[in-house]
């Protein structure tokens, strides 16, 4: 599965990273397994985000799912692109 992923803060400084796929939002959430180490924030009309709750996880995650670390101009290109394959739908 291809997942692309754009790295971010929460607005309480904590580490997150959202995630798209062309394959769409509810695949991603099929494919990644979720635990206790991040948070998953499914908001409709928004890519998926993953919210750190320990250490290093957001960093374990890319590296498990392969996802493709985009720079913001390349993210917001790929979000267009997708379109509503990106987003969370409601």
Known sequence: MELYGLRGITH???????????DGAQAVLAHIETGEA?????TPG???QFHQAKGGSIDELVRRYGIRE??????????????????VNS
């Open 12 to 22: 309480g400084w904590g580490r997150l990273i959202n995630v798209m796929s062309p």
């Open 70 to 87: 985009l720079d913001l101009a390349t993210w917001e290109r790929k979000k267009s692109e997708l379109g509503d394959a990106a987003l």
């Open 46 to 48: 928004a890519p998926l």
């Open 38 to 42: 991040f948070m998953v924030i499914a």
